[in-house]
């Protein structure tokens, strides 16, 4: 059967696939904010969103889209502008080594680039291209991406995160960091007005099978599923865990809610990024509980 055939078959089954596929992919832009986050939260969760009073975290991330308005939001979301932000917050030091930062791709010098790299836009989360040897770097097929990046509209194109509207596309360049097995584990933290309540750890990305696994503020392991199943076998807490849940802290303060990520390589630490609506508030919870428990922990008052 053809894929063609197969995602026809699909649509007819689940039409609110076909809408959340047509809102994903930015055909839908003409909708209003409100209207389009209902639609597109009731595609994918499977009910109408309650956004007069919210109580779940799901919904309460969709009225902080629509409602919580802040310029420090913009900076924060900023690849480029939001390492002041840490560096002002909890030092310099905990940055990856910044290479450079771009209008264009033609105005980016590959020949003063090291043999790796990587390259980000600053105002979406995709035109990521991990280089590492640059002798057989695809410099048409990155030009294409980063391109095609830097065109979109990140804000109105995808999920309405009102902090994306304003960001100017940039490329930055930043130092190639991995442990020496080539893995580069992911710790982040889920803060609650600037205090960490779970943490998750993602493995297995360099197997293409991602894991995620979550932890209390404790490091209790926690029976909780979203997106991604947990891991075979539990992986282990960073070796500086109590470190980043207090830069976490120190990055979140005042935010109603905030997932600060990091990495460890090598004994220290760096900081990743900051993420005000994970998985943009389309994302189930097994068990669904955790859902009304997280939204407990966001007083939009």
């Known amino acids: 059967m053809s894929s063609v055939k197969s995602r026809l078959m699909l649509y007819c089954r689940n039409p609110w696939r076909l809408l959340w596929d047509l809102g994903y992919r930015g055909y839908l832009r003409w909708i209003p904010d409100r209207p389009f ?7 994918n969760m499977g009910h109408w969103p309650n956004l007069d009073q919210p109580k779940t ?22 690849k480029y502008e939001v390492r002041s932000y840490v560096e002002n917050k909890i030092g310099g030091n905990l940055l ?7 209008d264009h791709f033609d105005d ?14 600053t105002h979406d989360s995709g035109g990521l291209i991990v280089c590492l040897d640059k002798s057989k770097l695809d410099k048409a097929a990155a030009r294409k991406k980063i391109n ?4 979109r509209n990140y804000y109105k194109e995808v999920f309405r995160e009102w902090p994306y509207k304003n960001v100017k596309p940039r ?13 580069l584990p992911d710790y982040k933290f889920h803060c609650f007005h600037g205090r960490t309540a779970l943490c998750f750890i993602v493995s297995g990305r360099n197997e293409g099978d991602p894991r995620c696994d979550y932890f209390d503020e404790k490091g209790n392991h926690v029976d909780l599923i979203q997106g991604y199943p947990n891991a ?9 865990f109590a470190e980043m849940m207090d830069y976490a802290d120190k990055l979140t303060h005042n935010l109603p809610h905030c997932r600060a990520d990091f990495y460890e ?11 005000l609506f994970d998985s943009s508030g389309f994302d189930k919870f097994e068990p669904q509980e955790w859902d009304c428990k997280l939204g407990d922990l966001i007083n939009l008052e």
């Open 265 to 275: 390589v090598d004994g220290k630490v760096y900081f990743g990024e900051l993420t």
């Open 148 to 151: 095609h990046c830097l065109k």
């Open 96 to 102: 990856v080594p910044l290479l450079g930062v771009w």
């Open 37 to 43: 986050l209902k639609l597109m939260f009731r595609c």
């Open 232 to 240: 075979d076998v539990t992986p282990e807490l960073p070796a500086h």
């Open 108 to 121: 980016i010098d590959f020949d003063a680039l090291p043999n790796q790299f990587v390259l980000k836009c």
């Open 57 to 78: 975290f799901n919904e309460k991330l969709q009225w902080l889209k629509l409602n919580f308005r802040d310029d420090l939001l913009t900076k924060i979301v900023d």
């Open 171 to 183: 490329i930055i360049a930043e130092q190639y960091i991995a442990d020496a097995e080539g893995n």
